[in-house]
């Protein structure tokens, strides 16, 4: 099992002051790696790193910056390597999501969907590649959806968005796999999360995600945690490009 020990490795996680990418980080902590918690307030992400060191005994550190603007980033992404060098692991996991129906969706809204849920990925991960380039060696999981593959009435936006992750992680791994970086994208299916809580307690929509679903139920964060400590540790380490669906088997069927 020592494949997947990630004790020694750093891991920075966006978006990981709340949601799944909080319990993404919990996962990843309790598999030995430190963790770098991020949000868009450092007072929210240094709240969250002490709360997850505090459950896990873990090693935390809290940062905040613009996941979509590229000063930012570069700057953000500076500041953590000057303390604790070059992540081992990156999770882009910063998302929003809007529902309105394609032919009345706000172009702003188009534009805040992609800039969080596409364009940081893009920035986070070439300046964080950069220095796993140097190095030789590094762990890229990009956070896609369900979406990646299927649309529905009403996210014509965002599952452009994670359709656009998928391809973005192959992408990665054309240009980065010869530096000894793997790239591979996680895809959650429906998950009950503060981003779906409306949805989960539609009574209606809730039976539509249990009937469509051979698991017969919504995902809980923890299922994330196996593939996702996969990914990110050596046990995967002639994976590269893939797209994970942890779905409860959705995509697999009709």
Known sequence: MSAFDLRGRTALITGSSRGIGNALAQGLLEAGARVVVHGRSRSAAERAAAELGDKTGGTTWA???????AAAVEQGVHEIEEVWGTPDILVNNAGIQRRTPFLDFPDAD?????????TSAFLVGKH????MAKRGSGKIINIGSVQSRLARPGIAAYGA???????????????LAGFG??????????FATELTAALVADEQFTQWVAGRTPAGRWGRVEDLVGALVFLSSS???FVNG??????GGMTAVV
């Open 63 to 69: 940062t905040a910056f613009d996941v979509t603007n």
């Open 110 to 118: 188009w534009d805040d969907l992609i800039a969080t849920n596409l």
């Open 128 to 131: 964080v590649a950069r220095g």
């Open 161 to 175: 968005t994670k359709g656009g992750i998928a391809m973005l992680t192959q992408g990665m791994c054309a240009d």
């Open 181 to 190: 970086i793997q790239a591979n994208a996680l895809a959650p299916g429906y």
């Open 235 to 237: 046990a995967s380490d």
């Open 242 to 247: 893939q797209v994970l669906y942890v779905d």
